[in-house]
């Protein structure tokens, strides 16, 4: 059975930096695409980032800022987000897989003074 | 970007009864490789997104075969034939061909 569980979220100040977790079990980890995708309060979806082998890529929204990493061998991938704005609250969930089939239940991330 | 647009962004259905969503991209999603990367998503309220469909038709694993897709090119429809009341929640349809990956608005589906 696919597993993500997410950590690593809070409440940080305008400016601030935090950083987020993933660990992956039940799956062949090192070979998957993974992405991070969030959820303002009470919005839709916005995908964020996505971590192949040798391959990552950003939203505009948060390029330059967020740094999207993975640990093959502890099967952990970590969203290294800076100069976090009020507009980066959201729930941020991990997603398996290039074509997004497995969900975490998101970490919140409430960026505020 | 690829704009990804549903309608209605509002359903209001009665069990038993059909319900039909749309979604459309302004650009093609067929991808270089052939594929079509169009898939379909559904929230629970409180809970975490699920992929119901991948590319355009395809059913992920557990899903009533009640949830159909279908489509192509700019122009697809998820289709639940008979709707029952843990069907309620937000369908999304996200493209998966194009960068970045773009999701719909979201479409509410309630039971009247």
């Known amino acids: 059975e696919v597993q993500l569980l997410e950590s690593g979220g809070g409440l940080v100040q305008p400016g601030g930096s935090l950083r987020l977790s993933c660990t992956a079990s039940?799956?062949?980890?090192?070979?998957?695409?993974m992405n991070w995708v969030r959820q303002a309060p009470g919005k839709g979806l916005e995908w964020v980032s996505v971590i192949g082998e040798t391959y990552t890529s950003y939203a505009d929204s948060v390029k330059g800022r967020f740094t999207f990493s993975r640990d093959n061998s502890k099967n952990t991938i970590h969203l290294e987000m800076n100069s976090l704005r009020a507009e980066d609250t959201a729930l941020y969930y991990c997603v398996k897989g290039w074509q997004f089939d497995a969900w975490g239940r998101g970490t919140m991330v409430t960026v505020s003074s | 970007d690829v704009v990804m647009t549903q309608s209605p962004l509002s359903l209001p259905v009665t069990l038993g009864q059909p319900a039909s969503i749309s979604c459309r991209s302004s650009?093609?999603?067929?991808?270089?490789?052939?594929?079509?990367?169009l898939h379909w998503f559904h929230q629970r309220p409180g809970q975490s997104p699920r992929r119901l469909i991948y590319?355009?038709?395809n059913r992920d694993s557990g899903v009533p075969d009640r949830f159909s897709g279908s489509g192509s090119g700019t122009d697809f429809t998820l289709k639940i034939s008979r709707v029952e009341a843990e069907d309620v929640g937000i369908y999304y349809c996200?493209?998966?061909?194009?960068?970045?990956?773009?999701f719909g608005q979201g479409t509410k589906v309630e039971i009247k």
């Open positions: 996200m493209q998966g061909t194009h960068w970045p990956r773009t």
């Open positions: 039940g799956f062949p980890f090192s070979t998957s695409g």
């Open positions: 590319k355009v038709s």
């Open positions: 650009q093609s999603l067929v991808h270089s490789d052939g594929n079509t990367y």
